[in-house]
């Protein structure tokens, strides 16, 4: 089962809160996210996510965050898994984790859906079409958010942290990559005061679906969520009709129609018939998240070639920063279209 704690320990700690019971624990995921649990715990279904042991970053794998956010959307439309419980020591497990409720249902990860019909596909990305624009029409203040980001512009703070971390790179340039980065300051919208919850990884892979119907019924996988700009997450999104099968199941070059998927432009005018009103999509919002994510991967290699990747394939992705890199500039140029199918 591989669990970087004792089973054992956990057992004590529910015992002490649910009274004694069986438990059957299951290790789910992997890559580079917050290592995560099934756990069954009498009549409880929950699912544990807890700091991973070791050295890390500062900030990241912040499961605190996660678990406050949780709880501030527990209240509102926006469907997420109930919060159970957040402990904050280092003891029984190592390190923090927090428990929350398991939904059943289906995560698609193949941005085409296979094995299901035409009319199915559509229905499932209007739903995640719907479920983001729940999420941005609620007021961070007013579910007692209005600190979990900094203030200003949040694609001014962005474009200068993955630039520095681009820059910081002991890679070796990538042309199209730094051209890019110098772009976006330059094509930065002016700041409209919009801010929501930004999830920061909003993307098919990271909704659950109802086991029998074409509906979102959680949004998961919460560690990179602030206080943003929604254009962000909607921008991130796009991603999919601008990456081919083979870059994380995109659905690039494949027959939209055929698949009965909407186009890109019938996913951005659903998501704005059920958004609170903003400022439309731009170019500019594509290109920053291509750039964003390309960055990921210059990281992901430099971590591959030190030998700390949390994932066995990490050193194969490498070549997919040159690859969005080169996608964004082709739409910056004109030579992709950016909102067409």
């Not at 099934?38 to 965050?65: C, E, N, Q, S, T």
Request: aromatic share 10%; hydrophobic share 45%.
């Amino acid at each position: 089962m591989n669990a970087d704690f004792d089973p054992a320990a956990l057992k004590g700690f529910l015992a002490n809160r649910f009274g004694d019971a069986a438990m059957t624990l299951e290790r789910i995921g992997g890559g580079q996210s917050n290592p995560t649990y099934f756990v069954d715990y009498g009549a409880h279904r929950m699912v544990l996510r807890k700091k991973p042991a070791g050295r890390i970053l500062r900030g990241a794998h912040a499961v605190d965050r996660e678990f406050r956010v949780l709880e501030a959307l527990a209240s509102t439309d926006v469907p997420v898994p109930r919060p159970v419980l957040y402990h904050a020591g280092a003891e029984p497990l190592g390190t923090p984790f927090y428990l929350m409720q398991r939904l059943d249902g289906r995560v698609f990860h193949d941005c085409s859906l296979p094995g299901l019909v035409p009319a199915e596909r559509r229905a499932i990305y209007f739903s995640m079409a719907e479920a983001m624009a729940k999420l941005h029409a609620v007021r961070p203040d007013a579910v007692g958010l209005g600190d979990f980001g900094r203030p200003g512009n949040y694609f001014e703070r962005q474009i200068g942290r993955w630039t520095r971390q681009l820059r910081e790179s002991p890679s070796d340039r990538i042309p199209a990559l730094e051209a890019v980065a110098d772009w976006l300051p330059q094509h930065m919208p002016a700041d409209d005061g919009r801010v929501s919850i930004a999830h920061g990884d909003f993307r098919l892979g990271n909704l659950l679906f109802h086991p029998g119907k074409p509906e979102v019924i959680g949004i998961l996988d919460w560690e990179l969520s602030t206080i943003g700009h929604p254009l962000a997450d909607l921008g991130f999104c796009s991603m999919t009709w601008h990456s081919t099968p083979d870059e994380y199941g995109g659905i690039l070059g494949l027959d939209h129609a055929a698949l009965g998927i909407p186009s890109q432009r019938e996913f951005l005018d659903h998501y704005f018939a059920h958004a609170v009103p903003t400022a439309p999509l731009e170019r500019f919002h594509l290109v920053f998240s291509l750039f964003r994510f390309a960055v990921i991967f210059v990281g992901i290699a430099d971590r591959a070639r030190a030998g700390s990747a949390a994932s066995a394939d990490a050193a194969g992705k490498s070549p997919l920063a040159g690859r969005f890199a080169a996608r964004a500039q082709e739409i910056i140029q004109g030579a992709r279209p950016w909102s067409g199918s």
